[in-house]
Structure formats: structure tokens, C-alpha cells
T-cell receptor
Framework: GAGVSQTPSNKVTEKGKYVELRCDPISGHTALYWYRQSLGQGPEFLIYFQGTGAADDSGLPNDRFFAVRPEGSVSTLKIQRTERGDSAVYLC???????????FGDGTRLSIL | AQKVTQAQTEISVVEKEDVTLDCVYETRDTTYYLFWYKQPPSGELVFLIRRNSFDEQNEISGRYSWNFQKSTSSFNFTITASQVVDSAVYFCALSEVLTGGGNKLTFGTGTQLKVEL
């Protein structure tokens, strides 16, 4: 079956622009997570959705970052007024329910010039 | 706070050698899960194993084995008879139950394994 799908795979944009990153989880998975991975580091937690609601957004670095999951399936991570420090690989993961292992997508490599 | 330490930044071995990747963790939780993920050059994180904190039995899956020792807060990963296809970055991770439910993973910095012919 299909795994977690993330689009685009690469995104290059200028500082100050707005970007949207999309995640399509494994069908039937109710839990969805976003992580950010900087070069040479492990992924860092950003936000967790259970169904349509953001159950924990404690990892979002500041108010320029926002994520939605309006129908409980696809999620979009939105970054306003991008900065060079936002450059990283953004990973999405989903699990069948909250206690199950998380399965990751290939990530979106975001580069802010 | 949760913390995972993978002290080995990079390991190089020759094919067919055995190799052990170390993982040490810190947590105040009494119930938690430990994980290993593989990240090949393609970038996708591949789930390998999950262990419950109450289950200290070692586990073997083919050429892979895991040694969980609660007394030393370690969860080490051994690959027997390594192969070139094992070359990847390996991450150890620790789960933390979030206030709103769900499991936040705290990852180590990873160990780059290079297996050469």
C-alpha cells in the first residue's frame, strides 16, 4: 500500500516568502506528526494532530509556523515570512493511532535563499 | 527532559563484519518506548523496531539484534555480517506521551554507518 506522501519533494524560495508543505498520510491513520530535520541532526518534533485538531503544537518554533488538517487526513504546514534559518527537511509521519509506531514520508527539502 | 545520545558519529566497517551502534537515553517517565530508525541516502526514515520499557528481552530479527538494558539506560543495535546495503544513518529515538495524547519522538543525532567491500 501507499506510504506517507509529501509534496513538493524540494522547495526553493526567497527569504520573506510564504510556503506551504503538504502531507498525505497512510490511509486510515488518525495520528499525524510534523518534524524538522536540520543537516547532521535527528528530526525534531513540531506538531501533532489527532484527527482534525492540533493536539500538541509545542514544537513549533514561533508564530510564523502554522499547520492544519481540516478533514482529518491531508495536512499542510505553513510558514510565513520565511527566514534562512527555516532551511531544513520537513518530515511528516503518521500512525494508525497514537500508540503505534510512526511511519515517515520522504520529506520536503526547504531551502530559503 | 528527554534525551537520546548516540556517541558514535560515524562507523566504517568492511562487509561481513559485525557492528554495534550505541544508544543511551534519559527520561523520568516510567513507561516509554524506544525505537530505531534507518535513514538511507534517499532520505526516508524506515522504522526498524519498537521496544516497551517493561520488556527487557533481547530481540533478534534476521541479521539485526537489539539489547535493551534498563539498568544502564541503553538500547544498542547490532548488525551481524554487515552488507553494503546496510550503509545508512541510524537513529535511536525515545517516545514521550504528549499532554494531548500521541507520542512525541526525541531522536539522537544519528550514527552514519558505512559498509565497504
Amino acid at each position: 500500500g501507499a506510504g506517507v506522501s509529501q509534496t513538493p519533494s524540494n522547495k526553493v524560495t526567497e527569504k520573506g516568502k510564504y510556503v506551504e508543505l503538504r502531507c498525505d498520510p497512510i490511509s486510515g491513520h488518525t495520528a499525524l506528526y510534523w518534524y524538522r530535520q536540520s543537516l547532521g541532526q535527528g528530526p525534531e518534533f513540531l506538531i501533532y494532530f489527532q484527527g482534525t485538531g492540533a493536539a500538541d503544537d509545542s514544537g513549533l518554533p514561533n508564530d510564523r509556523f502554522f499547520a492544519v488538517r481540516p478533514e482529518g487526513s491531508v495536512s499542510t504546514l505553513k510558514i510565513q515570512r520565511t527566514e534562512r534559518g527555516d532551511s531544513a527537511v520537513y518530515l511528516c509521519a503518521s500512525s494508525l493511532w497514537e500508540g503505534q509506531p510512526q511511519h515517515f514520508g520522504d520529506g520536503t527539502r526547504l531551502s530559503i535563499l | 527532559a528527554q534525551k537520546v545520545t548516540q556517541a558514535q558519529t560515524e562507523i566504517s566497517v568492511v562487509e561481513k563484519e559485525d557492528v554495534t551502534l550505541d544508544c543511551v537515553y534519559e527520561t523520568r517517565d516510567t513507561t516509554y518506548y524506544l525505537f530505531w530508525y534507518k535513514q538511507p541516502p534517499s532520505g526516508e526514515l524506515v522504522f526498524l523496531i519498537r521496544r516497551n520499557s517493561f520488556d527487557e528481552q533481547n530481540e533478534i530479527s534476521g541479521r539485526y539484534s537489539w539489547n535493551f538494558q534498563k539498568s544502564t539506560s541503553s538500547f544498542n543495535f547490532t548488525i551481524t555480517a554487515s552488507q553494503v546495503v546496510d550503509s545508512a544513518v541510524y537513529f535511536c529515538a525515545l517516545s514521550e506521551v504528549l499532554t494531548g495524547g500521541g507520542n512525541k519522538l526525541t531522536f539522537g543525532t544519528g550514527t552514519q554507518l558505512k559498509v565497504e567491500l
